[in-house]
């Protein structure tokens, strides 16, 4: 920890602790710090988590070929989940790409009778065309 006042690195000694009493639970905490090299003091407040328990288990020995039993099945499994993605979106790119078709190929033979684009009939605006 760094001294705010003299800027020496590490030189922050832990002078006091003091928890605050004002929960049930304890977890604010008060630590006073002194530089060992200006003395310069400072307080800061600290959050303190619960403490867990903690709890050795005990060790259970598993041959290695049981452990690893499980384990060759996930190459096979992901191999098959990419492969099933992967034709799903070429299937995919086959039926945008045959809607288009479709409907490119609807709008070409509906388009010169909606616009009377035929030979022959056209808008007063444009000279007769023919055939």
């Given at each position: ?8 690195d ?15 639970v304890?977890?604010i ?17 600290v ?35 990419v ?20 409907g ?6 509906k ?21």
């Amino acid at each position: 920890m760094q001294c705010l006042a003299c800027g020496a690195d590490n030189k922050m000694l832990l002078m006091d602790v003091v928890q605050d009493d004002t929960m049930k639970v304890p977890v604010i905490e008060r630590q006073i710090y002194m530089c060992s090299a200006c003395r310069h003091i400072a307080r800061r407040l600290v959050f303190r988590r619960a403490k867990m328990p903690v709890t050795h288990l005990p060790v259970i020995a598993v041959p290695i070929d049981e452990l690893w039993k499980e384990r060759v099945v996930a190459p096979r499994t992901w191999g098959n989940a990419v492969e099933k993605l992967r034709s799903r979106q070429i299937d995919l790119k086959e039926r945008t790409a045959a809607a288009k078709t479709a409907g490119w190929t609807k709008a070409v033979e509906k388009g010169p009778q909606q616009t009377g684009g035929s030979c022959g009939t056209g808008s007063s605006r444009e000279p007769s065309k023919t055939c």
